[in-house]
């Protein structure tokens, strides 16, 4: 079990914008997407029990590259830019979203794909868009309802069985919530992640 404590020596590896530059070795790839400032990185540095690994900020759009973190050469995290930040160009949205869609339609080595949205708001259009690419792309997904510590304790799972009526009314996906401050359900996600590294 990759429970955090056992994790020794993670370390970021590269930032890429196209397939040349992505590690080459055939390490599978958990790979984190969602609207900026969601809190991938947090998620990242969470996971991994470390403070700075990933890069947080507090201000939206930051991640412009693909950011992928070696995780004690066993897999790796891949942090996408975030999606829907609205200071951006339309050039530099549409230039950083193809690039998203290359690496997720074109890489073999994705063995999961973290979904994030916030436990506060409906899902986003571009939630939606977001959705319906995962879905079309056909690889293993798991949804977090991230930040679940900045709502009432009682609420967290009604929230969430809403959040997944709207997003996925088929109710055939996982969705769990999940708090970077309170470390809610890491325990279930190492539990997901180790299966579908170990096949």
């Avoid at 540095?45 to 900020?57: E, F, G, V, Y």
């Amino acid at each position: 079990m990759f429970v955090n404590i056992f994790i020794k020596n993670p370390k970021f590896e590269i930032s890429a914008v196209n397939p040349k530059q992505y590690p080459k070795n055939d390490l599978p790839e958990i790979v984190l997407v969602g609207k900026s400032n969601v809190g991938k990185s947090s998620f990242i540095n969470t996971m991994i029990n470390r403070k700075k690994l990933a890069r947080t900020s507090s201000e939206p759009g930051k991640t412009r590259q693909i950011n992928f973190y070696n995780i004690d050469q066993k897999f790796y995290f891949v942090d996408l830019p975030g999606y829907g930040y609205s200071k951006m160009s339309k050039q530099e949205q549409e230039k950083v979203g193809s690039f998203i869609e290359q690496y997720l339609f074109n890489s073999k080595k994705i063995a999961l794909i973290i979904f994030l949205i916030d436990i506060r708001h409906s899902p986003t259009e571009n939630d939606r868009l977001m959705y319906n690419y995962i879905i079309s792309s056909n690889k293993p997904f798991l949804i977090l309802a991230n930040k679940a510590d900045k709502i009432a304790p009682t609420k967290v799972i009604p929230t969430c069985k809403s959040l997944q009526k709207e997003l996925n009314p088929l109710m055939d996906a996982t969705l769990l919530p999940f708090s970077s401050e309170k470390k809610i359900y890491s325990n279930d996600v190492w539990e997901i992640i180790e299966k579908v590294v170990n096949g």
